[in-house]
């Protein structure tokens, strides 16, 4: 995996974040046609010198502009609707991780488990090893399993957070005095990065999110070294 990749433009690892793209390439090319449709009928506008100086009203032209853009966005809504929906979906999680933001660094707790808790703070420039990324890397991973489902309890203790991890297809407000939640399923081994994605003070962009994927069977036996 490139240093790009992971700075960045990670791969889908997720059910969720397949179909998100999906949708998004299925929204770009109803927005291209749109364009070349567009930009189409303002070239033949421009180079054509047709005129009728009395012409009122186009009942057709106005029937069909005004129902063309409703099927169009039928198209767009549906899938949004039906990927919406998959989003909120709770899938009787196997697991439950529960994700405090704070001032400016979060704390994972393993519901699960008992005594499994840590902070994950961003690891300082002088302190990064080569292959480290800057800003981006954590000094505790927060470890999960792969191809099993599992629910992520998010909430903060000071002001507005957000925990994203686009590669998981997952951003979910942390808001101090409630709980939000989401679920997803990671469906291959890997590291995947996020960040806070609200704005939420001096420091804001040095608290990173490390997702550390493993097998199911590694990780009981991390779960075991922990206990």
């Given at each position: 995996?490139?240093?790009?990749?992971?700075m960045?433009l990670?791969?889908s690892?997720?059910p969720?974040?397949e179909?998100?793209?999906?949708?998004h390439?299925?929204?770009?090319?109803?927005?291209?046609?749109?364009l070349?449709?567009?930009t189409?009928?303002?070239?033949?506008?421009?180079?054509?010198?047709?005129?009728?100086?009395?012409?009122?009203?186009?009942?057709?032209?106005?029937v069909?502009?005004?129902?063309?853009p409703?099927?169009?966005?039928?198209?767009?809504?549906?899938p949004?609707?039906?990927?919406?929906y998959?989003?909120?979906?709770?899938?009787?999680?196997?697991?439950?991780?529960k994700?405090?933001?704070?001032?400016w660094?979060?704390?994972?707790?393993?519901?699960?488990?008992?005594?499994?808790?840590?902070?994950?703070?961003?690891?300082?420039?002088n302190?990064?090893?080569?292959?480290?990324?800057?800003?981006?890397?954590?000094?505790?991973?927060t470890?999960?399993?792969?191809?099993?489902?599992?629910?992520?309890?998010?909430?903060?203790?000071?002001?507005?957070h957000?925990?994203?991890?686009?590669?998981l297809?997952?951003?979910?407000?942390?808001?101090?005095?409630?709980?939000?939640?989401?679920?997803?399923?990671?469906?291959?081994?890997?590291?995947f990065?996020?960040?806070?994605?609200?704005?939420?003070?001096?420091?804001?962009?040095?608290?990173?999110?490390?997702?550390?994927s493993i097998?199911t069977?590694n990780?009981?036996?991390?779960?075991?070294?922990?206990?």
């Amino acid at each position: 995996m490139t240093t790009w990749s992971n700075m960045n433009l990670q791969d889908s690892a997720s059910p969720i974040m397949e179909q998100l793209i999906y949708f998004h390439d299925h929204t770009l090319m109803i927005i291209i046609m749109i364009l070349m449709v567009v930009t189409y009928m303002m070239i033949t506008l421009v180079n054509n010198k047709l005129i009728n100086r009395y012409l009122l009203e186009g009942q057709m032209i106005e029937v069909a502009w005004t129902i063309a853009p409703a099927i169009i966005l039928i198209f767009i809504a549906v899938p949004s609707l039906r990927l919406l929906y998959l989003m909120d979906e709770i899938n009787n999680p196997i697991m439950t991780l529960k994700t405090i933001g704070h001032q400016w660094y979060w704390t994972y707790e393993y519901s699960d488990f008992t005594k499994i808790e840590f902070d994950s703070y961003m690891i300082p420039m002088n302190e990064m090893n080569q292959n480290s990324f800057r800003l981006l890397d954590v000094d505790n991973r927060t470890t999960l399993p792969m191809n099993v489902f599992i629910r992520i309890i998010i909430t903060a203790t000071d002001v507005l957070h957000s925990w994203t991890v686009p590669s998981l297809g997952v951003k979910a407000d942390a808001t101090p005095g409630r709980l939000n939640q989401s679920s997803f399923l990671i469906n291959r081994p890997g590291i995947f990065y996020g960040q806070c994605s609200e704005i939420c003070g001096a420091n804001h962009s040095f608290m990173p999110i490390v997702i550390e994927s493993i097998p199911t069977n590694n990780f009981i036996n991390w779960i075991n070294k922990m206990n």
